[in-house]
């Protein structure tokens, strides 16, 4: 029984238990998946109407109306029945070539051994012909568009690809936009995605592993590597944070990448979302895996760092010269983007004598008249700012980039010469705001407007010194931040060997070594 | 709590941070009235008093490789006696952080934030000293590695800025107040050092305990080199009379610095150079007295202890009333005697480990 002075006796909390990538390594991979699990295995039974009985209590017909059970009678007297979702089979070939083979094809048909096996060997002629024989898997294949054929006599199913939905067409990339790569983006479909990595990365050795995510939900994933380059421990470790996902609402690579991240509470994001297949294919080069969802048009890769995230998929693209040249812009863009409202606030309130007389004057002057307290004014306009951003990305395109417009424009002018805020204010937000657009991960970008309100309260409450405080505290939690056992800030924090092409772009033949910070098995990437 | 492992580098940050950011303070002034225009190489005496001790430690932890300097005191002298030992350095590292802390604070308060009481700069220092303690060692060392390049990067640029006021004729006399003050003065005010004993409390964070002996020489040189550095430009900056009275004469150096229009406003850079090396240096110490303290009481879950540990830094920094009893009693003290407590176990931990535990140890290992 929990007493009221429990409260001031300290208690030792349980451990967590950690993920830390090892130097040495084992393969011992490909252990459990959630659909071996013992409790949950129902094997049909050989009685075809305690399995349509099963069928439609599981898929709760006739409420559920998108699921079709076709019954017929294959060599001519023998009971069956096939299984299958309306628009998620190709109809043509159900009717075509499946019905009529089983039907007629099978009329007088003499079977020596398992009718099964004869049906799957001569008679049907699908691609793809699996034999299952327990529920929880027959049905997870139905929903993603198997047709399942139950035979009167026999405790073994047939699972017949006959997947055919509509899907959109591959387009070009609409967040990571590049002016040398590639021109293509993932899309929903989960098979179309694989293909276009494989197309992309032609290595025998680029594995493919199939997984279901969540308790019902049916999600399907798919966990890309290359044998031999990543770390085998990260490819376990992936599988074991999946396996441990029980959510029924798992929808996206978003939120799967909130279920298996290593620091909820960390405001860095802790895998890296694109949705271009050149920058996975690149990723999958330096020993990284892709984590691809059903239904996201965006890939994970983990594990990664900062620099994974501050780099663009077109600066390997780039002669090194120019690469350097806008990495140091982003570079820039970055540090405005934390720090500039914040430094001008702690100028401005703490530090006046630092600002020299000319520059203290035109400021002082376009402040006069200004109503509200400097901490508020800029408070109020970088809110504004975010505001007209989140609205402008919510409406459709052409009513977008007029509202981004009316909002920058019209309203800054108009606030300034109303007098509610001072001109150099609105020069300060939106520096900051257009910093804020180099940067190329959108998660990073959402991590870093969040920074700058953290930086703006510490330079109002202490001016640099507060700053200073703030920094001492941002980097801290950065340096201990992990994705995958891996430090968010190396190969700087710690200083690990690599290309040497983390801020600044070298010539591409002397950056020959696979990021040293993901402990890969081949950490050349030629020899 | 994780402790988790650091480099060799990230251990000479932590330490030069922990040793040099104090010659950012009062201390400056305080060398030069000791001991005139010789201030800046009688630091270089003390480093290498520090240094003799610090030989004494590292033969201890050589000679108990994988084990830390408070694990060796429980070994040579005894439990119960290696105990006060660890709570001697808990001690004394905790009133060095609590006294340049405060130092830090009324500089602040000085020249930066003349309106912002005392207990709200040293609640804010004390939040982030206590966040950073939670990540453990590996994050600190991490941080101030980061940190500490962009730290002597900045330091670097506001010495070659500040070229313009130096004038060697101030240097002399070369000898100061004479040769055996100097030298009396160096070995006394070797306590500057003392910090380098985090070395043998952060040993078995390193991937091998015997490379603390090298991490701390070169903590040492490389401390005494910033150190002397600055001791050298504030004297040949001022004039020994106008040198002795700055509380923070290197942040006066900097805010005199002219280069046209736009570089004569390098105080921000300072700021920043300042603030994040005394953050750096003084997590350390404080982490470090954490350290020994839960070593002294077999501790192992540290977080409820830096909780304890920042309200008592808190109280005990606020505690003093003045910033003229701060520079005139307080810090002359931690300087003339602060090498009682700093050095004293590591002295006691070595007699009793080289007259009587060393043949036993010798014995063992030969047979």
Known sequence: MKMPWDIFIYKERPRKEKFELLETPEDDSNKVNRATEPEKQAYIYSDIKSNLKRIKEDFKIPLNSDVIIRELKVCGYIDAFLVFIDGLTDKKILNEVVLDNLMSGTRGMDYEEDLIDEIADKIINVGIVKKHNLFDEIESMVTNGFCALFIDGHNKCLLLELAKYPKRNIEKPENEKTIRGSKESFVEDLPTNVSMLRRLFKNKNLIVEYMRIGAESNIGCAIMYVNGIINPEIVKEIKKRINKVKSESILGSGMLEQRIEDNKWMIFPQTLNTERPDRAASLLMEGKAIIMVEGSPCVNAVPITFFDLYHTSEDNNLRWYYGSFISLIRLLGVLMAVFLPGFYIALVLYSQEMISSELLASIAGAREGVPFPTIAELTIMEVAFELIREASSRVPGTIGETLGIVGALILGQAAVQAGLVSPILIIVVAASGISSFVIPDYSLSLAIRITRFFFILMGYLAGFYGISIGMFIFFGLMCSMKSFGVPFLAPIAPKLRTSSDIILAKPIDTMKYRPDEANTLKKQKKK | ?367
């Open chain 2, 1 to 367: 709590m994780d402790e988790g492992k650091i480099g060799n580098i990230e251990m000479i940050c932590l330490l030069v941070n922990a040793i040099a950011c104090k010659a950012f303070f009062t201390s400056i002034a305080a060398v030069v009235e000791k001991v005139g225009t010789a201030g800046w190489y009688m630091t270089m005496i003390s480093a290498a008093v520090s240094m003799g001790v610090f030989s004494l430690m590292y033969m201890l932890i050589k000679a108990h490789s994988g084990k830390n300097i408070l694990e060796i005191y429980d070994e040579t002298v005894g439990k119960k006696a290696g105990k006060a030992l660890a709570l001697i350095s808990c001690l004394i590292l905790f009133l060095s952080a609590s006294i340049t802390l405060r130092e830090f604070t009324d500089a602040t308060n000085v020249y930066l934030l003349h309106e912002t009481p005392p207990g709200f700069i040293v609640g804010m220092f004390i939040l982030a000293m206590t966040v950073v303690c939670c990540l453990g060692i590996e994050g600190l060392g991490r941080l101030a590695k980061l940190l500490s390049y962009i730290l002597l990067f900045n330091f670097l640029v506001v010495m070659i800025l500040s070229y313009q006021r130096i004038e060697i004729y101030r240097l002399y006399p070369l000898l100061g107040y004479g040769l055996g003050n100097t030298i009396k003065n160096g070995i006394v005010r070797s306590s500057a050092y003392g910090e380098i004993i985090l070395a043998g409390v952060f040993a078995k964070a390193l991937n091998d305990t015997k490379d603390a002996g090298k991490i701390g020489y070169r903590s040492l040189i490389l401390g005494g080199l910033v150190i002397a550095i600055i001791l050298f430009a504030v004297i040949a900056s001022f004039p020994y009379f106008i040198a002795i009275e700055l509380a923070d004469p290197l942040y006066i150096m900097v805010s005199l610095v002219q280069h046209g229009r736009f570089f004569q406003r390098v105080e921000v850079i300072f700021i920043f150079t300042w603030n994040l090396s005394t953050l750096i240096g003084l997590t350390a110490i404080f982490y470090g007295a954490i350290n020994c303290y839960c070593h002294a009481f077999n501790i192992k879950d540290k977080k409820p202890i830096i909780i304890s540990f920042a309200i008592s830094i808190y109280l005990t920094t606020l505690i003093i009333p003045s910033i003229s009893i701060v520079l005139d009693y307080v810090v002359p003290n931690l300087r003339d005697y602060g090498w009682i407590g700093f050095y004293s176990p590591i002295f006691i931990a070595w007699i009793m480990w080289f007259f009587f535990k060393r043949r036993k140890q010798t014995y063992y290992e030969k047979n």
